[in-house]
């Protein structure tokens, strides 16, 4: 199956040529992760079957947030921890995207405007649900960021899950959501659009951001609002899949063709139910890859309200006032509260998922032992070892 470590070993001479000199050095730092991925350049482990003898080099991952071979056990560690927070409340999911005519400014401006991107939305969303009409109370939001559509495109949105329940001020009592409304769309299109463009005008110089951007700029937004049903846990499954991934997975990559430059992906189409398969050239496939890559240090997933980190206690109170509200008795919840409040046993930790999926992969051999790590190694210790090409070792001085 091709992946995308051969795409860039195969094109990467002729995209370092042409585009080295305007490229960011986060690009050129994942450029060389991604094509040296799972090679001896990173190191490895000389793991042994127990039963047969069998020996064979592993090597190790990149750990690249934009690779799409690494962060597997993250991933599900990540997922798991969020499944726990659940609440017995209705969930919705919501996307805020920017206009097409923006979309220049952002990618020229990525830290700031994704700054931006994330503060009017959390703003608009705790406006209209502290109003008492719709919700009343303070809410908790977990906001994941997606610069992609489909076809790899430069389509910046933001993925937003609310539970569908607010916290009183004085923290003693919620306030739940109707079943499959949480707040007005139109409104909190409005309010985001205002609130961008306030806080865009106020960062960005007037030269970046002038009156040609807000004449350009359509009235209207586009904000969706949906509530997931019974499908909460599937949404955030696919928030896991892209958390530590960006654009595109290995399997989407159906052909490299060296002799036509070309790199044929699938995709599907949004309404479609079949697959679409797209050839592009090798050159603009990395470009449209490499432009997602965000800034150094950028969070792309944060948390507000009582989701934060610093206000479990909120989210623990919550807890508990629903269980009051569902009739359950004191002794029910003092024991929850006790199974909540004990630290994560080891087993469901992503360390120990690691180790296990890697010290108990069966022999491809004998097929009955099991492969278990015998020692580990620095690149130069592993015989016949991948090496760089000449092309990326040069420009990765650069970036280290």
């Known amino acids: 199956m091709p992946t995308l470590s051969e795409v860039f070993l ?23 992760d991604i094509a040296t991925c799972r090679s001896g350049v990173k190191g490895g482990r000389l793991v042994k079957c127990n039963k047969c003898g069998h020996m064979k080099y592993v090597y190790h991952s990149c750990c690249n947030r934009s690779c799409p071979q690494c962060h597997l056990a993250k991933s599900h560690t990540w997922l798991e921890k969020r499944k726990q927070e659940l609440l017995e409340v209705p969930y919705f999911h919501l996307v805020f995207t920017l206009p097409r005519q923006l979309r220049p400014i952002v990618r020229s401006n990525q830290k700031v405007m994704y700054t931006i991107l994330f503060k009017a939305a959390v703003y608009a969303l705790k406006k209209l649900t502290a109003d008492k009409r719709y919700l009343g109370g303070q809410i908790g939001i977990l906001v994941v960021l997606h610069t992609w559509g ?5 389509h910046p949105h933001l993925h937003c899950l609310v539970p569908g329940v607010g916290l009183s001020k004085d923290k003693q009592h919620i306030y739940l959501a109707r079943h499959n409304y949480l707040v007005p769309v139109k409104a909190l299109s409005k309010i985001f659009r205002a609130k961008f463009l306030q806080l865009a005008r106020e960062e960005l110089p007037q030269k970046v951001f002038d009156d040609k951007c807000l004449t350009n700029t359509p009235k209207k937004w586009v904000v969706y609002s949906k509530p997931t049903l019974s499908h909460t846990e599937k949404v ?24 036509e430059e070309t790199v044929t992906f699938k995709y599907k189409p949004v309404g479609a ?37 610093t206000n479990q206690d909120w989210l623990k109170r919550i807890q508990t006032l629903l269980l009051l509200l569902n009739k359950k008795t004191q002794v029910q919840i003092q024991v929850q509260e006790k199974e909540r409040n004990q630290p994560e046993s080891s087993d469901n930790s992503g360390d120990s998922y690691k180790t296990n999926k890697n010290k108990y992969k069966i022999c491809p051999i004998c097929m009955t032992g099991y492969m278990v790590e015998v020692m580990r190694l620095d690149a130069q210790s592993i015989p016949y070892k991948q090496r760089p090409p000449p092309w990326l070792t040069h420009h990765a001085k650069t970036i280290y």
Request: with cysteine; net charge positive.
């Open 273 to 309: 139910k079949d697959w679409k398969c797209v050839p592009l050239k090798a050159l603009e496939f990395m470009r449209r890859f490499l432009q997602h890559g965000l800034p150094k240090g950028f969070h792309k997933v944060r948390y507000y309200g009582f989701l934060s980190p």
């Open 10 to 32: 195969t094109f990467g001479r002729q995209y370092m040529a042409r585009f080295a000199h305007a490229m960011l050095p986060g690009h050129i730092k994942a450029l060389w």
């Open 236 to 259: 955030l499954e696919y928030l896991a899949r892209y958390l530590h991934r960006t654009a595109i997975t290995n399997s989407r990559i159906v052909e490299i063709n060296p002799h």
């Open 150 to 154: 489909r076809a790899l495109g430069f």
